[in-house]
């Protein structure tokens, strides 16, 4: 079982930056890799970014690539995402995601997480 626990979204103007975290727990050992994903009104939820056990491999969305960042800390319990030049677009609540299977990759699709976050909203205004 994994907690996960995101925070640092709110409100930025077009252009500007915000960096989320997701805090986990857990009691047990296990090695997981972990993501990000969002989901805008009336839309699937989507990945956005993923990290390895490691903290080595990642991978990004294609409109992610460029401009987010995702990393996590060495004891392996906090990963962040650093967000810049955010577009309109980019307005949904964020999920962090923990998956047991596959620590060793940095998973790509909502099936493939086992553990959710409750969210945290980020709103781009223009």
């Known amino acids: 079982q994994i907690q996960l626990v995101e925070s640092g979204g709110g409100l930025v103007q077009a252009g500007g930056s915000l960096r989320l975290s997701c805090l986990a727990s857990t009691r047990t050992s296990r090695s997981y890799n972990m993501g990000w994903f969002r989901q805008a009104p009336r839309k699937e939820r989507e990945f956005v970014a993923a990290i390895d056990w490691s903290g080595i491999s990642t991978a990004y969305s294609h409109s992610a690539k460029d401009r987010f960042r995702i990393s996590r800390t060495n004891d392996k319990n906090t990963m962040y995402l650093e967000m810049t030049n955010l577009k309109l677009e980019d307005t949904a609540v964020y999920y962090c995601?923990?998956?047991?299977?596959?620590?060793?990759?940095?998973?790509?699709?909502?099936?493939?997480?086992?553990?959710w976050g409750q969210g945290t909203q980020v709103t781009v205004s223009s």
């Open positions: 995601a923990a998956d047991i299977k596959r620590p060793e990759q940095a998973v790509v699709g909502v099936e493939n997480y086992d553990y």
